[in-house]
Structures are given as C-alpha cells and as structure tokens.
C-alpha cells in the first residue's frame, strides 16, 4: 500500500513539475536499470523499507545537474547515487563507522555519520537528507545530514510517503513544507525559500 502512494505521490509531484518547473522536471531522470535491492541491502547491512525501494523504482536522481526537488534546497538521488554517496561517507568517518557518535535509536541525533543512514538526497555540496535506518518505532525517518556541523538533529519526516506528501501538498497549495515555500524562478525552475 505504501508503495502505491509514494509512486502516486512521485507521479503528481512530477507531473506538477512538467506543468509549472519544466528546467527542474527535465534534469530528473528514471533509473537507467532497476536496482538490485539484495545487492544494495547486502552493503548497507540493513532491509529497505518499501517506500525506499518503491522511490528509487520511480527516481534515478539527476545526471549530476542541481534540481530542488526536495526542500529546502535537495535534488533527490537514485539508488547508485545512493550508494556511492553512503560509500563516501563510510571513507570519511572510517574510524568512527563501527562505533558512530549517535543515539541507538532512530530519529535521535547524532554527530557523526550513521552506517544506517540512507542518503536520499544531497544539496550539490555535503549536507543530504537520509533515511534514518536505526531501530526504534520512528524507523524510516526522514533526517538532514549537516556536515559542516557532523550532525543530525530531529526527524524533518516520519518517512518517505510522509516527505513526498508534504512537498505534493505544498506544490498544489502553494503552502510551506517545513520552514520553506515554494517558488518557480522567471527560467522555470523549483526553488524553494526559507521562511
């Protein structure tokens, strides 16, 4: 069921990006196979929830361009996206991967990068949001990495359904998504601003 609504939701969100941000609409792009979630669950040690498969079925990210789909400033990633961006953060933190700065369980903070966090999108610099993939009852989280302060603080969303929503939401209605809101720029792309 959860599936269905993030690829419902992924759809509408694209369609109203087609309508009214046609720059951000065009830098997305489907992903170019169907990843292989035994392979990535095998190297990210943890079972993926079906809202994360189900987006990354639907988003391959961008090729490299910046497209805000995601406030306040994230372009989303595709699954390989994904992955080499977790990859990277377990070269960075390498003395700390096995034993990381953070609470035991989801949504908690946390100062330094978790194994069991899922990046899913990144602003084009170092800050992303992941997935927060600890235990606990707020599992599948959504949190936003800041690196410059090696910190995550609270749950921006209680999942990826839940983010997609608040951003299908704020698209229609013109209302904020967290502290931002969104905007088209005069040359058709989705900017969001902080408010």
Request: glycine share 8%; hydrophobic share 40%; net charge negative.
């Amino acid at each position: 069921m959860i599936g269905m609504y993030v690829t419902e939701l992924w759809t509408q969100i694209a369609q109203w990006l087609e309508r009214h941000a046609p720059v951000t609409a065009a830098a997305l792009r489907p992903p170019a196979r169907e990843p292989d979630f035994t392979e990535l669950e095998a190297e990210f040690s943890v079972e993926l929830p079906g809202d994360l498969r189900e987006l990354w079925l639907r988003c391959g990210g961008t090729d490299g361009e910046l497209a805000d789909v995601l406030p306040p400033f994230y372009t989303p990633y595709g699954a390989e996206q994904a992955l080499s961006a977790w990859r990277d953060h377990r070269k960075t933190w390498t003395a700390q991967w096995e034993r990381p700065a953070c609470d035991y369980y989801a949504g908690s903070p946390g100062s330094s990068f978790h194994p069991s966090w899922i990046p899913i999108a990144g602003d084009g610099f170092a800050d992303e949001l992941v997935v927060d993939l600890r235990p606990g009852p707020l599992r599948g989280c959504v949190l936003e990495w800041e690196q410059e302060h090696a910190q995550v603080l609270r749950p921006e969303w209680q999942g990826i359904a839940a983010m997609l929503a608040d951003v299908h939401r704020s698209l229609v209605e013109g209302a904020p998504a967290g502290h931002s809101y969104p905007t088209v720029t005069e040359d058709g792309r989705l900017d969001w601003q902080i408010r």
